[in-house]
Antibody
């Protein structure tokens, strides 16, 4: 069965950096695009970033563009999110999610349980 | 970016009720719309994609309709396990966007 396990969350000061990881199993990781989605405490879902199956294309929300970088290592079945210049408003649970499309990006059909990032001094 | 207006934000209902949630887009997206369910402390789960196609394992009391700019999620006979928050999401273009969410609570 598909499993996505996020790690790397924690408390970081404003302006600091953090790298999240998402370990994938139960499917051919190298064949699917992957997303990061976040949810601030008590708020709704906010899409953050997407990377194609081979890493050739990446897309970002305007709120994180230039500060966050999505990447993947298909040899390790792992997705990453490098977060720099963190702000208080980046505080959220970060979910990684698998895209259902093998050719064209589509919907998010499997989600991890999330990792909490808190930006605070 | 494509913006979405989801309504209502809060819906109070009883078990057995028929409930409807609306999602309106700022521009046409054909049928590139999905619905997700999220329970407290849990990750979202995919319910419906392509506006009206049920994800495998989703009960038939859930249904979706619409195309273009107006979409609807209907739960025909609300069950206790359906009390949750529901989100629409467009996948017509990047950046992907979610609706603001509709919390379905017990009346």
């Amino acid at each position: 069965q598909v499993q996505l396990v996020e790690s790397g969350g924690g408390v970081v000061q404003p302006g600091g950096s953090l790298r999240l990881s998402c370990a994938a199993s139960g499917f051919t990781f190298s064949s699917y695009g992957m997303h990061w989605v976040r949810q601030a405490p008590g708020k709704g879902l906010e899409w953050v970033a997407f990377i194609r199956y081979d890493g050739s294309n990446k897309y970002y929300a305007d709120s994180v563009k230039g500060r966050f970088t999505i990447s993947r290592d298909n040899s390790k079945n792992t997705l990453y999110l490098q977060m720099n210049s963190l702000r208080a408003e980046d505080t959220a649970v970060y979910y990684c999610a698998k895209d259902s499309g093998e050719v064209l990006p589509s919907v998010l059909d499997y989600w991890g349980q999330g990792t909490l990032v808190t930006v605070s001094s | 970016a494509i913006w979405m207006t989801q309504s209502p934000s809060l819906l109070s209902a009883s078990t057995g009720d028929r409930v409807t949630i609306s999602c309106r887009m700022s521009q046409g997206i054909s049928s590139y719309l999905a619905w997700y369910q999220q329970k407290p402390g849990k990750a979202p789960e995919l319910l419906i994609y392509a506006a009206s196609t049920l994800q495998s394992g989703v009960p038939s009391r859930f249904s979706g309709s619409g195309s273009g700019t107006d979409f609807t999620l209907t739960i025909s006979c609300l069950q206790s396990e359906d009390f949750a928050t529901y989100y629409c999401q467009q996948y017509y273009s990047f950046p992907r966007t979610f609706g603001q969410g509709t919390k379905v609570e017990i009346k």
